[in-house]
């Protein structure tokens, strides 16, 4: 009974409630027994607990009450996106149609025209496929001798255009390397830390040396999130800069700084950047202090010492969306926030080394 | 700092929970904000629900008199509505690594670590609440969250007279105390 006494007391006190004398006494109390003070502050803290979880609940009713009553008037729109779909079927149906129709008719002409043109080819069709096998085993061997080499210990590391670097742009399994690395080969594997997938050539522009590779293997787990950006903007002279790539099979580390704007012969789809890189480098990001991607590492001039290029990474913006203008379907998404920002060096590259590969082609 | 003294007067009208400054935030938002959760896979009730917890970050914040915003209102409940809808995607796993952005947004966690701190105790004192029984809760409600007085209270829930009123009033709150701090504790 007499803790209610108590918390009467401490209500009536709290609210201003006690006569001058009473508040006296009760201060009085309150310094000679810590557990009185203590029973007061807990209690103002709950009584304000308990007028914030009013407000709040009234508050909640309230929005409530305005969304539907602006609902009603017509202030806000609640869009059903599956609305608009349905629409869009009719708008387009006759359309549609007549397009299909169309595509009916061209493809039928076209198996005609096929059924009426090939028998008189046949020969010489067989012809071009044995030559193809030919090529196709003689590429094998050449595999199979790389294979061997190394199985002897006088592997030398693979000469551009057979291993390369690719790195992650979205965690779907899209992988930029350079064009030059993924030219002319008939397979592309691309290794981890631990596993190996098959991946396919999605895009390869000869220009800008950049090539977009999928991983079409059934084994690979998608990224939730990559930690790198995408960097949209130029980038400037003397800013610092680093890469992750595989000139052995060995994940290896390097940096330098950006050293010009423009490419081989003032090309100004890419940098020119100071760095050491060997074959098996290309393909590899060029990141910046933040952690961004601003370019793809390309290739070195032989003639003069120390001359990296690197393309832009603009170009694989700019491939991405033709892309998407030529095949809708395409739907690669970039991530344009960094999370590397205000990290260290060492930790930004244990972030990132898990969505570096080795791309390998034969 | 914000100088458009619009704004602050609304976010003044937001902290007394007044309608007509809700409805003005609301009007000149909720289309916007709805476009954005659709764009990215979202339904109209999530819509809903992140808009009308965004309201509530930014009531609490207005609460504590803080009526200066680094950026316009607009802009807040963007960051926040998205900086929520991250965390949703991500809880239910359905984060595809990008999220279609096209404004610009300003860091808001602390804020909403805060307000996530503050739901969490709302839960506490709801589930107290709704533990100790009639009369007790509508008691109880009726004197803290409704603020009536006791002669009415005592008057409604057929008491004798205001004395009685307050004694059982007495009892309820100690009981509610005891649980809520009992969950309280448990939490830390």
Redesign the interface.
């Known amino acids: 009974m007499e803790e209610l006494q108590l918390l009467e007391a401490v209500e009536r006190y709290l609210s201003g409630e006690m006569t001058p004398e009473e508040v006296t006494n009760f201060e009085q109390l309150r310094k000679n027994d810590p557990s009185v003070d203590q029973m007061v502050v807990q209690h103002t803290m709950f009584l304000h607990q308990l007028t914030s979880f009013g407000e709040n609940k009234s508050l909640k009713h309230n929005i409530q009450n305005i969304h539907q009553q602006l609902l009603q008037d017509g202030d806000i729109q609640e869009v059903q996106p599956k609305a608009k779909v349905v629409s869009f079927l009719k708008k387009y149906r006759k359309v549609l149609a007549a397009a299909a129709s169309i595509a009916g008719i061209i493809a039928l002409s076209i198996s005609g025209l096929v059924a009426y043109l090939t028998p008189k080819r046949t020969v010489n069709e067989i012809e071009q496929l044995k030559r193809e096998l030919y090529s196709v085993k003689v590429s094998q061997k050449q595999t199979q001798n790389e294979i061997n080499s190394f199985k002897n210990g006088s592997f030398k590391p693979p000469a551009t255009g057979f291993g390369g670097t690719g790195f992650l742009i979205d965690g779907r399994g899209y992988i930029v390397t350079s064009a030059h690395v993924v030219a002319k080969s008939d397979s592309v594997y691309v290794l981890s830390k631990d596993n190996y997938y098959k991946a396919a050539i999605v895009i390869a522009d000869e220009n800008t040396d950049i090539a977009i590779l999928k991983i079409i293997d059934g084994r690979f787990q998608p990224y939730k999130n990559l930690p790198y950006s995408i960097h949209k903007g130029s980038s400037d002279l003397g800013e610092s800069i680093f890469t992750l790539g595989f000139p052995r099979t060995e994940m290896v580390y390097n940096q330098g700084y950006l050293s010009a704007k423009t490419g081989y012969k003032g090309d100004s789809s890419a940098y020119q950047i100071a760095i050491s890189a060997n074959p098996g480098n290309s393909g590899g990001p060029i990141f910046n202090e933040a952690g961004e991607v601003i370019g793809v590492l390309s290739g070195k001039q032989t003639t003069a010492e120390g001359v990296v290029f690197s393309s832009k990474a603009k170009n694989i913006i700019k491939i991405l969306e033709e892309a998407k203008k030529a095949d809708s379907t395409n739907n690669i998404k970039l991530n344009y926030a960094s999370s590397l920002k205000n990290m260290d060096r060492k930790q930004q590259v244990k972030k990132i080394e898990d969505c570096i590969f080795n791309v390998l082609s034969y | 700092m914000i100088t458009d003294s619009n704004e602050k007067l609304l976010l003044e009208g937001l902290a007394k929970?007044d309608?007509t400054a809700?409805?003005t935030i609301?009007?000149q938002n909720?289309?916007t904000i709805?476009?954005f959760i659709?764009n990215n896979n979202g339904?109209?009730d999530d819509?809903?629900d992140l808009f009308?917890e965004a309201?509530?970050v930014l009531?609490e914040k207005a609460?504590r008199g803080d009526f200066e915003l680094s950026c316009q209102i607009k802009t807040y409940l963007y960051s926040v509505t998205r900086r929520l809808w991250l965390k949703r995607l991500?809880s239910q796993?359905r984060?595809?690594?990008?999220i279609n952005h096209l404004a610009e947004v300003v860091p808001v966690e602390d804020e909403l670590d805060r307000h996530n701190q503050?739901a969490q105790?709302?839960e506490m004192?709801?589930k107290a609440l709704s533990s100790i029984g009639e009369p007790c809760k509508s008691l109880?409600?009726a004197y803290?969250?409704?603020k009536r007085n006791m002669e009415e209270i005592a008057g409604n829930f057929g008491y004798t007279n205001a004395n009685n009123a307050k004694n059982q009033k007495?009892?309820c709150?100690?009981r509610l105390?005891k649980i809520?701090?009992a969950q309280y504790k448990n939490e830390d």
Do not use: P, W
């Open positions: 929970d309608k809700i409805e609301y009007k909720y289309n709805q476009a659709l339904s109209v819509a809903r009308q309201i509530i009531y609460k991500q796993q984060f595809s690594g990008e503050k105790e709302f004192m709801e109880l409600e803290y969250l409704q007495y009892k709150l100690m105390k809520f701090f």
